[in-house]
């Protein structure tokens, strides 16, 4: 495929905001997780929360899209010159040409809870929302794409893309078809997705919520811890002569296996990344780091582990973040990418957070200790619900 180059990229999670903060926490192994303080009757595990978030409110003037999703969304988006970008390819090709593309899996349904349990009586008998939260963007799964769409000026093609982790990995091969099929010029990539009692309490019905901190690929794994979190990234053609990051490949496949359980011998995962490897034209055994799904749930990370042991040498260096950031589900693709981005930057290959006790099943690609070495090109590895999988390829272009 031909390359994209990224012009800016950034994340805001329970790392802080912004790149700085990522790379300082990475570089010091501390996690952002805490004990859960979410809501009225907070569930007994640990989370990844954003400070602040509850004391800024959207600007007046997009006051129909206030919720907790998008005040994530807009605080994500005034990090490390995103918004320059975005105007920068606004003036350069024109608002039509440049697309948004947002992943995000329960979007503002937040805001749909509270408006449940706060329902008032009609005149008339019939039950309805609060004054307040009778604004029906909020209530469906488009609201981050809309909001980031009117937040920027951008008015080019403007999708949400919902398929759960998968999210906001899947924005940038939807912007690469777009852009390759001449609809946009640039795009405005990214996802943002905020802990809610849906997600909280959803994930704990299926059993996945550990009461722990996570323990990626440990072998006493016993479930995730959930996180919030944003991140935006600004791509375009690249030119000859360009310098800098760039999306080289993607790969997307369906497990068609479960609803809710992985192929168990990493299958759909393979099909991904040896996709995103052939379409950038790159042998598995340049990556040098892999960004792994690692959720810390066994099913997943033994899955995971069994199709990178298939498909790649001994010398990679494969790690799950999940412990700094907790499982940040829709916008775990973007947060990740970012952080494969910062390794592909730096040659800082961050270890796995939390484990310290190896599992028989993984192979001498998964990492636990942080190390550093530079490194020619990235992957990151997002995979959500049904066995909807997105591999990305980063490269650096000398």
């Given amino acids: 495929m031909p390359p994209l180059a990224i012009r800016a990229f950034t994340a805001t999670s329970a790392l802080g905001r912004g790149l700085d903060a990522h790379r300082r926490a990475l570089r010091e192994g501390r996690s952002g997780l805490r004990r859960n303080d979410f809501g009225a009757q907070p569930l007994d595990c640990w989370i990844?929360?954003?400070?602040?978030v509850e004391d800024e409110a959207l600007p007046a003037e997009w006051s129909q899209w206030?919720?907790?999703n998008n005040r994530l969304a807009w605080i994500a988006l005034q990090q490390d010159g995103v918004l320059d970008a975005v105007r920068n390819a606004i003036a350069q090709y024109g608002a039509e040409r440049v697309a948004v593309v947002i992943g995000t899996s329960t979007s503002s349904i937040g805001a749909t809870e509270e408006a449940y349990t706060r329902l008032i009586t009609d005149a008339d008998g019939t039950p309805n929302f609060p004054a307040d939260l009778q604004r029906p963007i909020i209530h469906t799964v488009h609201s981050p794409g809309d909001f980031v769409q009117h937040a920027t000026g951008a008015r080019g093609p403007?999708?949400?893309?919902a398929t759960a982790?998968?999210?906001?990995?899947k924005v940038f091969a939807q912007a690469a078809r777009l852009i390759e099929a001449g609809l946009a010029d640039a795009a405005i990539v990214g996802g943002v997705d905020t802990l809610c009692g849906s997600v909280i309490y959803g994930f704990n019905s299926l059993q996945l919520v550990s009461k722990n901190p996570c323990k990626p690929f440990d072998a006493t794994r016993d479930g995730l811890s959930l996180g919030e979190a944003g991140g935006f990234a600004v791509v375009e053609r690249a030119q000859?002569?360009?310098v800098g990051l760039q999306l080289r490949g993607y790969g997307?496949?369906?497990d068609a296996h479960h609803?809710?359980?992985p192929h168990p011998e990493g299958l759909g995962a393979q099909f991904a990344m040896r996709d995103a490897l052939a379409r950038g034209g790159v042998d598995a055994s340049d990556v040098g780091y892999l960004n792994l799904h690692g959720t810390a749930t066994p099913a997943n990370d033994r899955a995971e582990s069994l199709a990178v042991k298939a498909m790649f040498p001994d010398t990679l260096h494969a790690s799950s973040t999940k412990a700094y950031t907790g499982h940040t589900l829709g916008a775990a693709g973007i947060v990740e990418?970012?952080?494969a981005l910062l390794a592909l930057e730096s040659g800082e290959l961050p270890g796995t957070l939390g484990a310290s006790t190896p599992d028989a099943i993984c192979g001498p690609q998964i990492r636990f200790a942080s190390t550093a070495q530079a490194i020619r090109y990235a992957m990151n590895n997002s995979f959500g619900f049904g066995g909807n999988n997105c591999s990305l390829l980063f490269g650096r272009s000398a």
């Fill in 240 to 242: 000859d002569g360009d």
């Fill in 48 to 52: 990844g929360r954003v400070d602040g």
């Fill in 66 to 68: 206030e919720c907790r």
């Fill in 337 to 339: 990418s970012v952080i």
């Fill in 259 to 261: 609803m809710s359980a």
């Fill in 165 to 169: 982790c998968s999210s906001s990995a």
């Fill in 252 to 254: 997307e496949s369906s």
């Fill in 158 to 161: 403007a999708v949400t893309v």
